[in-house]
């Protein structure tokens, strides 16, 4: 991939992502009801909402976690600019988790218990997703001799057949990183749960709206590495990931109505599991052929 | 049309309320009324929410929580007493330890009667609700 094609790729993230970001998390919403049985919102509600929020008076406990947020919302689009520009996938693990730091750090600064428990909560969950991502990294770069994206994109092959552990991984981890039920201790979007809001509690007007557009960008950027698994540099290998990407979300919408919420015990249990089994398992597999 | 109008969250507060109006606003949520579909969440977080839904009377013990809710949302801020509790006191009204309606403590924007208060009517008196919504976000920008 040239230099042209990378800023190209990643300035159409920049603008795309949320855009398709809005329209998935409202066609979450719309889903979601009709499994209820209810009619549910119109898809642009999501975009609806964000604009209220920055309508709104601001009211800010510590003026600190509205600088910490706007950090996430940063972090999140490098995250994304740099995956999509064909760059480390290491380096992209990495700043994405540095993004998630920092929204930490802005539930932990609010005075809170909800919040605070909350940021608690996302830590677990981030100890249970991490091995994972990392494994997909390491196996990635066993399979396709490079950590570079735009390489791993490029190489001959799906890289989901042999790393079928890995990708099966990679699903479980992706529901804790959407905050799907069951998974969705720290912060959920449906209301009225255990912790109120949990870490978005003392979140509202713009902190809120920047916290909903940096879900959009990450939310795209985690279904863009869905469909890494299935690039193989050719137009048949970029129309199965991006129906596999779609599928994936329909899926974890499915979880996510399907399943009450678990205890962070269970989160970082099976996280580390599913790690230790298909992730490791699938390395081991790949090491030895 | 503001977009407050359009995405309003609410913020459910029990005051003293027999629990019959409360049952009532949630019924607003299910499949049968299904509020969602004008983008109304039913959030617990004061600072998220936009309409305060107050039911009951208010009493010695919550007057101040009921205050301190009120303060915490943002503004434009709207509050709709449901039930003839929340409205006057309701039979309640000369208890010792009643003080009368929500508008006894903070400004109420839209009264919705019954005893309980039928779902259909709370759901009419949340989008009356919003058009005062909408006036006090036009003041608010007027005023920027």
Redo the contacts between chains.
């Keep these: 991939m040239s230099d042209i094609e990378a800023i190209i790729l990643a300035l159409v993230y920049l603008i795309l992502a949320p855009v398709a970001g809005c329209v998935l998390a409202g066609v979450d919403?719309k889903l979601s009801?009709r499994m209820?049985?209810?009619?549910?919102?119109?898809i642009r509600?999501p975009y609806?909402?964000v604009?209220?929020f920055?309508?709104?008076?601001?009211?800010t406990s510590n003026g600190v976690q509205d600088f910490y947020v706007a950090c996430y919302l940063l972090f999140v689009i490098v995250t994304g600019c740099m995956f999509f520009a064909g760059m480390d996938l290491l380096l992209v693990l990495f700043t994405l988790t540095l993004g998630e730091t920092f929204l930490i750090l802005a539930a932990y600064c609010s005075g809170s218990p909800f919040s605070q428990v909350g940021a608690q909560r996302e830590l677990y969950v981030a100890m249970a997703y991490e091995p994972i991502l990392l494994l997909a990294a390491i196996a990635f770069y066993l399979q396709t001799g490079s950590f570079a994206i735009g390489d791993i994109a490029s190489s001959d092959g799906m890289a989901v057949i042999p790393l079928i552990g890995v990708f099966v991984a990679f699903l479980y981890a992706l529901t804790m990183k959407l905050r799907k039920s069951p998974f969705d201790l720290s912060m959920s979007h449906h209301?009225?749960q255990d912790l109120?809001?949990g870490m978005?509690?003392?979140?509202?007007?713009r902190t809120?709206a920047m916290l909903e557009v940096s879900h959009w960008y990450e939310n795209i950027m985690l279904l863009a590495l869905v469909a890494l698994f299935f690039m193989d540099g050719t137009w048949v290998g970029f129309a199965v990931g991006l129906v596999v990407a779609v599928l994936a979300y329909l899926l974890e919408v499915y979880i996510d109505n399907g399943f009450a919420r678990m205890k962070w015990q269970t989160a970082l249990k099976s996280g580390w599991v599913v790690a230790l089994v298909l992730g490791v398992g699938n390395v081991i597999v790949l090491l030895l052929m | 049309m503001s977009y407050a109008k359009r995405s309003p969250w609410l913020l459910h507060y029990d005051a003293s309320s027999c629990n019959g109006c409360d049952i009532e606003v949630l019924a607003c949520l299910t499949p049968v009324y299904d509020v969602e579909r004008f983008g109304i969440i039913n959030t617990g977080d004061p600072k998220q929410a936009d309409i305060l839904l107050i039911t009951g009377a208010v009493n010695d013990q919550n007057k101040e929580v009921v205050k301190q809710l009120y303060e915490q949302m943002p503004e434009p801020k709207v509050v709709v007493a449901v039930g003839i509790c929340a409205c006057s006191g309701g039979i309640f009204r000369d208890c010792y330890n009643i003080l009368g309606g929500v508008d006894t403590v903070i400004p109420v924007d839209v009264y919705v009667p019954g005893c309980a208060a039928r779902p259909e009517s709370i759901i009419d008196g949340v989008v009356k609700g919003l058009g005062v919504l909408e006036e006090k976000q036009r003041k608010m920008e007027a005023e920027r």
């Design positions: 919403r009801a209820q049985g209810r009619r549910g919102p119109p509600q609806y909402d604009r209220k920055m309508e709104k008076e601001q009211i209301a009225h109120v809001r978005t509690t003392e979140f509202s007007g809120l």
